[in-house]
């Protein structure tokens, strides 16, 4: 009889007959570039099971890739110059695929910069986003196209003088919180143009933006509160009981690692200025940030950063590894020195170069999930050259040139499975995408690094990528230079300018570049000491128990569903492990609130449940309920809320403050949350989320987010983040008002509908 794992195991095999990528690389792997179980790239070829691309000069790539049938996307199987790049750099010498694919990116920029100068985010996306423009200028956009990079950075800002979060979880800001990469986008552009102006321009906007977050989205912790930056389709990396306000909760490694960034960067903009006291307070309250991160998600026994914490009341971490984040905090020094090589060598690595995140969700398809994205590969490769890996940065090159070779075009993301591009979504000449393949020859190969004072050259170059290299045109605030790279190696043994001699260990001053000029590098050849890279398969983690406590004789029992192939589960309360057990129920002696993890046999743990509780509760009504709402701000007709059995409170911007008294049963430490509704927006994008201050006794206990919940969705109820306050008992007074620090993104619209209080002693 054919067992469940023989099934298994021959729907793989069809899988593989199927789909490209399960086949094992070239078998020619003679002076191999490149090369992995899942492709090599060897002289001007990339090989892929029974696929390959190759450059047919330095224009044009051809590839006799076949995708997945039926998928909304062609492939993309020529590639040919289409635009003058005549005033953009030129690269010479090397592999002729490499200059292809190096020319290809500049011509897909060209495509991306739209009529009114800004940066088009993909073919398949119009207009600006904060997110993707900014890592793209980061990446290479600052130097090859500054004028587009200003002004697709200004459109995203407010009329309030701030930085716009895009679209997003349960209505934006403050549950997405990672417009703080527009920061790093913006000093980039200085340090590149050395624009005063620019400089007195962005640096108040980052000012009055960190200054907003700093009142609304930082944790009692200290840490910054919101979704991890760019991985914003929720249940793509959130376990599928979390709400967008449990989102709004979570801590994102990687979001406080682009927040501690951004600080230093305003610190060094403040330093520009002439702002000493500035300077210091921006530079302590990044180091601080610092600090926080690497105390709170270090994972000494896996020896990289994990994802994010989540929970309710009681936080705990997610052990995955997040790739941007990990390279972010290496590539700005948020990750302690010691840490970076550590990181380095540990984060994991799949046959087809880094994951999202990892392991993979099981449950669910490929986008964030299971997927490669070309932007994060890229600046993870950087982060391997700064870290000395030779090795991880080879991989991580050929993991942004495989596709671009395969696809002939940048697109946006892959699926880790087989390395094709079919996901839930995708585009080709993807900017941020096109922006990382550029990088790596611009910041990588050629070393070129943007300083305020100069331009500092440090190329890493690895043995099996060793050549004479050009890179000409270079543009330089308002010179050309040409750049050349001889050999190999992460030291350089002699740098000239215009035939004079340089420290190649100090940044050359700009002034002494203003009439541009001929740089000459000359590696030392000397071997890169040695690192390794965590090579693992494409892993998929267990499913997430599902809880329930049930009454019985004996008290109350956390019970859950069983898990196939599972070796056993772990039970927490508030957070923390009390038992390990192979059964799927446990009698709860204590109050508290309760989860399961399920652990497979090679140790990988599923998500935590959802939260259960059997603490002690309380419902406060507000007085003054009615059933009809009258708001100016309501997106949808009155009428779709007119007729509900209960009522409610309603609040928006113009609103009197919702106050109460409380009379308090016991003292004792509680959570607040409000029971609400928001059917102003969609769950997944948008920009009306509702955000309110609550006051205790006239002092700001914190800040309460109630996300949209479905367009007109006014009688879907759910419940706000908890707030916690050490009460006494007796009487007290609750305030629900609208102060400055709770405008959203979109500002005209910020309401809500609020059914009661629930009190819930911790």
């Known amino acids: 009889m054919t067992t469940h794992h023989q099934f298994l195991a021959a729907a793989a095999l069809a899988s593989a007959a199927l789909l490209p990528g399960i086949a094992s690389a070239a078998t020619d792997n003679r002076n191999a570039i490149v090369e992995t179980s899942a492709y090599s790239w060897v002289g001007d070829t990339i090989y892929q099971g029974p696929f390959k691309a190759w450059a047919e000069g330095s224009d044009k790539i051809v590839s006799n890739y076949h995708g997945r049938p039926g998928y909304f996307m062609p492939v993309e199987q020529i590639w040919t110059r289409k635009n003058d790049l005549s005033a953009y750099p030129v690269l010479k010498g090397g592999q002729t695929l490499h200059q292809a694919i190096y020319n290809m990116g500049l011509d897909e920029m060209v495509n991306a910069v739209e009529p009114d100068t800004t940066l088009r985010t ?69 340090k590149v143009t050395g624009d005063n102006n620019w400089l007195r321009t962005v640096y108040p906007i980052a000012c009055r933006s960190i200054a907003k977050d700093d009142a609304t989205i930082r944790s009692e912790q200290g840490l910054v509160k919101g ?87 009681n936080k705990i971490l997610n052990p995955r590894a997040e790739t941007l984040g990990e390279a972010l905090a290496i590539l700005y020094d948020i990750a302690p020195a010691e840490r970076q090589k550590e990181i380095s060598q540990h984060n994991p690595t799949t046959p087809f170069g880094p994951a999202i995140f990892y392991p993979q969700i099981a449950d669910m398809p490929n986008y964030h999930n299971n997927a490669l994205w070309p932007f994060v590969a890229g600046y993870w490769t950087l982060a391997q050259a700064k870290a000395g890996n030779e090795q991880g940065t080879l991989e991580g090159i050929g993991s942004i040139f495989r596709p671009a070779a395969l696809f002939a075009t940048n697109k946006e993301n892959f699926n880790l499975d087989n390395g094709d591009f079919y996901t839930e979504l995708n585009s080709s000449n993807m900017l941020w995408s096109l922006s990382a393949n550029l990088a790596v020859t611009q910041q990588l190969l050629f070393g070129i690094h943007f300083e305020a004072e100069g331009l500092r050259i440090s190329p890493f170059v690895p043995q099996t990528m060793a050549a004479d290299r050009t890179l000409e045109n270079f543009p330089y605030r308002n010179a050309k230079l040409n750049i050349s790279v001889s050999g190999f190696g992460d030291k350089v043994k002699s740098l000239t300018l215009n035939g004079k001699a340089l420290d190649p260990n100090k940044t050359i001053p700009a002034k002494m570049l203003a009439k541009g000029g001929d740089i000459k590098v000359i590696m030392d050849n000397q071997p890169i000491a040695p690192m390794q890279v965590n090579h693992q398969p494409n892993l998929k983690a267990p499913l997430t128990p599902q809880t329930w406590i049930e009454r019985t004789p004996q008290g109350d029992m956390l019970t859950w569903n069983p898990i196939e192939y599972i070796a056993g589960y772990k039970v927490l309360r508030n957070g923390k492990e009390v038992t390990q057990t192979l059964q799927t129920s446990y009698l709860l002696t204590q109050p508290g609130e309760w989860q399961v993890i399920g652990v497979s046999g090679d140790g990988t743990e599923s998500f935590a449940s959802e939260p259960r509780s059997n603490r002690t509760a309380y419902t406060i009504e507000f007085p003054n309920e009615t059933a009809t709402a009258k708001s100016a701000e309501i997106s949808y007709p009155s009428a779709l809320i007119e007729g509900m059995n209960a009522g409610f409170v309603e609040t928006d911007t113009r609103s009197n403050p919702v106050k109460l008294d409380v009379t308090i049963p016991e003292d004792g430490v509680y959570s607040l949350q409000v029971r609400y509704a928001n059917g102003n927006g969609p769950v997944n994008t948008e920009n009306k989320a509702a955000v309110r201050t609550l006051l205790i006794d006239g002092v700001k206990a914190g800040t309460l987010v109630m996300p949209t919940r479905g367009v007109a969705n006014w009688n879907d109820w759910g419940l706000s983040n908890g707030i916690k306050a050490d009460l006494k008992k007796g009487n007290h007074t609750f305030e629900i008002v609208y102060l400055p620090e709770d405008e959203n993104m979109n500002i005209a619209t910020n309401h809500a509908l609020l059914d009661r209080i629930v009190l819930t002693l911790q």
Not at 130 to 145: E, F, G, H, N, P
Not at 159 to 188: K, N, Y
């Open 122 to 190: 993909g073919k398949e996306w119009a207009g600006v986003w904060t997110r993707d423009v900014s890592y793209s200028i980061i990446l290479s956009m600052a130097a090859l196209q500054p004028e587009a990079s200003m002004i697709s950075l200004m459109k995203k800002v407010n009329p309030s003088g701030q930085i716009i979060q895009d679209t997003g979880s349960g209505g934006a800001w403050p549950i997405s919180t990672d417009r703080m990469i527009w920061v790093l986008a913006a000093w980039e552009l200085y």
């Open 227 to 313: 979704e991890t930056s760019f991985i914003d389709w929720r249940e793509q990396s959130y376990p599928k009981w979390m709400q967008t306000t449990d989102i709004s909760q979570s801590e994102a490694m990687g979001t406080n690692v682009l927040y501690a960034a951004a600080l230093q960067a305003v610190s060094d903009m403040a330093t520009a200025l002439g702002k000493k006291k500035e300077a210091a307070d921006y530079a302590e309250a990044s180091q601080s940030l610092a600090r926080k991160i690497d105390e709170t998600f270090y994972m000494p026994d896996k020896g990289y950063y994990g994802m994010y914490t989540y929970g309710r009341d």
